[in-house]
Protein backbone atom coordinates (compact mmCIF):
# COMPACT_ATOMS: atom_id res chain seq x y z
CA UNK A 1 0.00 0.00 0.00
CA UNK A 2 1.49 3.29 -0.94
CA UNK A 3 2.50 5.61 1.88
CA UNK A 4 -0.30 8.04 1.89
CA UNK A 5 1.46 11.85 0.95
CA UNK A 6 1.22 14.59 3.55
CA UNK A 7 -1.32 17.94 3.38
CA UNK A 8 0.11 20.91 1.81
CA UNK A 9 -0.24 23.77 3.88
CA UNK A 10 -1.51 26.84 1.92
CA UNK A 11 1.30 29.81 1.41
CA UNK A 12 1.11 32.30 3.72
CA UNK A 13 -0.69 35.56 3.38
CA UNK A 14 1.28 38.00 5.43
CA UNK A 15 4.34 38.14 7.48
CA UNK A 16 5.37 39.84 10.43
CA UNK A 17 8.53 41.19 11.51
CA UNK A 18 8.88 41.58 15.13
CA UNK A 19 11.56 43.27 17.39
CA UNK A 20 11.48 42.38 21.14
CA UNK A 21 14.15 42.84 24.28
CA UNK A 22 15.29 40.60 26.70
CA UNK A 23 15.83 42.40 29.90
CA UNK A 24 16.79 41.45 33.16
CA UNK A 25 17.53 38.25 34.31
CA UNK A 26 15.50 36.58 31.13
CA UNK A 27 18.80 37.55 29.68
CA UNK A 28 20.37 34.47 30.37
CA UNK A 29 16.96 32.74 28.11
CA UNK A 30 18.41 30.32 25.88
CA UNK A 31 17.47 30.59 22.25
CA UNK A 32 15.82 27.49 22.99
CA UNK A 33 14.34 28.26 25.53
CA UNK A 34 12.89 31.37 24.12
CA UNK A 35 11.43 29.78 20.68
CA UNK A 36 9.04 27.56 23.16
CA UNK A 37 8.26 30.39 24.93
CA UNK A 38 7.67 32.53 22.36
CA UNK A 39 5.61 29.54 20.34
CA UNK A 40 3.45 29.48 23.51
CA UNK A 41 2.57 32.98 23.51
CA UNK A 42 1.55 32.72 19.68
CA UNK A 43 -0.52 29.52 20.85
CA UNK A 44 -2.17 31.43 23.51
CA UNK A 45 -2.49 34.50 21.88
CA UNK A 46 -4.61 32.85 19.09
CA UNK A 47 -2.14 34.28 16.13
CA UNK A 48 -3.47 32.54 12.99
CA UNK A 49 -0.11 30.97 11.74
CA UNK A 50 0.79 29.52 8.47
CA UNK A 51 1.86 25.77 9.11
CA UNK A 52 5.16 23.87 7.25
CA UNK A 53 3.62 20.89 4.56
CA UNK A 54 5.09 17.66 5.15
CA UNK A 55 4.05 14.92 7.61
CA UNK A 56 4.87 17.20 10.77
CA UNK A 57 3.70 20.83 9.79
CA UNK A 58 5.41 23.33 12.25
CA UNK A 59 4.81 26.98 12.46
CA UNK A 60 6.76 29.36 9.86
CA UNK A 61 8.90 31.43 12.48
CA UNK A 62 12.30 33.05 11.42
CA UNK A 63 14.80 33.45 14.04
CA UNK A 64 17.85 35.96 13.36
CA UNK A 65 20.68 37.40 15.05
CA UNK A 66 19.91 36.21 18.14
CA UNK A 67 22.04 37.69 21.24
CA UNK A 68 24.20 35.02 23.24
CA UNK A 69 22.72 33.64 26.34
CA UNK A 70 23.67 36.00 29.32
CA UNK A 71 23.22 39.27 26.84
CA UNK A 72 20.91 41.72 27.49
CA UNK A 73 19.36 42.85 24.11
CA UNK A 74 16.96 45.61 22.59
CA UNK A 75 16.79 44.42 18.98
CA UNK A 76 16.09 40.70 19.06
CA UNK A 77 14.08 40.09 15.71
CA UNK A 78 11.72 36.98 14.63
CA UNK A 79 9.63 37.09 11.45
CA UNK A 80 6.19 34.83 11.57
CA UNK A 81 4.01 33.97 8.75
CA UNK A 82 0.37 34.23 9.09
CA UNK A 83 -2.56 32.64 7.59
CA UNK A 84 -4.70 35.72 7.59
CA UNK A 85 -4.31 38.88 7.20
CA UNK A 86 -4.15 40.81 10.73
CA UNK A 87 -3.70 44.32 12.20
CA UNK A 88 0.34 44.45 13.11
CA UNK A 89 -0.57 46.98 16.65
CA UNK A 90 -3.59 44.02 17.58
CA UNK A 91 -0.53 41.23 17.77
CA UNK A 92 2.08 43.47 19.29
CA UNK A 93 -0.33 43.95 22.20
CA UNK A 94 -1.59 40.24 22.71
CA UNK A 95 2.19 39.02 22.19
CA UNK A 96 3.21 41.40 25.06
CA UNK A 97 0.82 40.57 27.01
CA UNK A 98 1.38 36.62 26.58
CA UNK A 99 5.03 36.67 26.89
CA UNK A 100 6.82 36.84 30.73
CA UNK A 101 7.58 40.88 31.76
CA UNK A 102 11.80 40.79 30.81
CA UNK A 103 10.56 39.50 27.00
CA UNK A 104 8.98 42.51 25.69
CA UNK A 105 7.77 43.29 22.24
CA UNK A 106 9.10 46.67 20.85
CA UNK A 107 7.66 46.89 17.34
CA UNK A 108 5.36 45.03 15.26
CA UNK A 109 5.65 45.43 11.07
CA UNK A 110 4.99 44.04 8.15
CA UNK A 111 7.58 42.62 6.06
CA UNK A 112 8.63 44.51 3.32
CA UNK A 113 10.02 40.25 1.68
CA UNK A 114 13.38 38.80 1.40
CA UNK A 115 15.23 37.01 4.10
CA UNK A 116 15.46 38.59 7.48
CA UNK A 117 18.76 37.15 8.28
CA UNK A 118 20.29 39.22 5.53
CA UNK A 119 18.69 43.05 6.10
CA UNK A 120 20.92 42.63 9.77
CA UNK A 121 24.21 43.42 8.62
CA UNK A 122 25.73 44.83 11.89
CA UNK A 123 24.93 44.88 16.03
CA UNK A 124 25.87 47.34 18.61
CA UNK A 125 26.94 46.23 22.12
CA UNK A 126 27.86 47.70 25.23
CA UNK A 127 29.89 45.87 26.93
CA UNK A 128 30.38 45.83 31.13
CA UNK A 129 33.89 44.44 31.44
CA UNK A 130 34.51 46.24 35.00
CA UNK A 131 37.31 48.97 36.52
CA UNK A 132 39.93 48.45 35.22
CA UNK A 133 42.97 51.04 34.08
CA UNK A 134 44.48 49.42 31.11
CA UNK A 135 41.04 49.42 29.09
CA UNK A 136 42.28 52.64 26.45
CA UNK A 137 45.41 50.73 25.75
CA UNK A 138 43.24 47.57 24.90
CA UNK A 139 40.97 48.84 22.63
CA UNK A 140 44.18 50.86 21.11
CA UNK A 141 45.92 47.63 21.07
CA UNK A 142 42.71 45.83 19.16
CA UNK A 143 41.81 48.85 16.83
CA UNK A 144 45.84 48.75 16.03
CA UNK A 145 45.88 45.07 15.07
CA UNK A 146 45.46 43.53 11.78
CA UNK A 147 44.16 40.18 13.16
CA UNK A 148 42.76 39.22 16.71
CA UNK A 149 42.77 35.61 17.40
CA UNK A 150 39.79 34.72 20.16
CA UNK A 151 39.00 30.87 20.88
CA UNK A 152 35.24 29.32 21.62
CA UNK A 153 33.52 26.51 22.38
CA UNK A 154 31.71 25.45 19.46
CA UNK A 155 29.52 22.62 18.13
CA UNK A 156 32.37 20.90 16.72
CA UNK A 157 34.60 21.36 19.45
CA UNK A 158 37.37 24.51 20.36
CA UNK A 159 37.07 27.17 17.44
CA UNK A 160 40.23 29.65 16.70
CA UNK A 161 39.08 32.58 14.68
CA UNK A 162 39.87 36.56 13.86
CA UNK A 163 37.57 38.77 15.81
CA UNK A 164 38.87 41.57 14.36
CA UNK A 165 38.12 42.10 10.92
CA UNK A 166 34.47 42.04 11.97
CA UNK A 167 34.81 45.10 14.60
CA UNK A 168 33.98 48.45 12.64
CA UNK A 169 33.89 50.53 15.62
CA UNK A 170 35.58 50.28 18.92
CA UNK A 171 35.52 52.89 21.37
CA UNK A 172 33.83 54.18 24.88
CA UNK A 173 30.16 55.83 26.10
CA UNK A 174 29.73 58.49 28.13
CA UNK A 175 29.93 56.46 31.28
CA UNK A 176 32.92 55.00 30.37
CA UNK A 177 31.54 51.43 28.77
CA UNK A 178 33.26 49.94 26.11
CA UNK A 179 31.24 50.43 23.09
CA UNK A 180 31.73 47.62 20.21
CA UNK A 181 30.16 48.16 16.34
CA UNK A 182 29.93 44.35 15.14
CA UNK A 183 30.23 43.23 11.32
CA UNK A 184 27.68 40.09 11.08
CA UNK A 185 29.96 37.45 9.32
CA UNK A 186 30.89 34.24 9.09
CA UNK A 187 31.71 32.96 11.74
CA UNK A 188 30.04 35.08 13.65
CA UNK A 189 31.47 36.72 15.86
CA UNK A 190 29.77 38.02 19.34
CA UNK A 191 30.58 40.37 21.96
CA UNK A 192 31.89 37.99 24.31
CA UNK A 193 34.48 37.50 21.61
CA UNK A 194 35.43 40.98 21.97
CA UNK A 195 35.33 41.19 25.62
CA UNK A 196 37.56 37.72 25.83
CA UNK A 197 40.18 40.04 23.69
CA UNK A 198 40.01 42.92 25.53
CA UNK A 199 40.81 41.58 29.03
Keep these: ?3 QQPEQQAPPVQRLRIRYAKRGRLRFTSHRDFSRAFERALFRARVPMAYSSGFNPHPRISYAGAAPTGAASEAEYVEIALAQVVDAAEIHRLLDEALPPGLDVMEVVESP ?3 LGDRLE ?3 WQLDLGETGRLPEAVAAFLAAQ ?9 KGRRSFDARSAVLELGFDDEGRVVALVRHSEP ?6 VASALV
Design 1 to 3: MPR
Design 113 to 115: GGS
Design 122 to 124: ASR
Design 147 to 155: EVLVERMTK
Design 188 to 193: MVRPDD
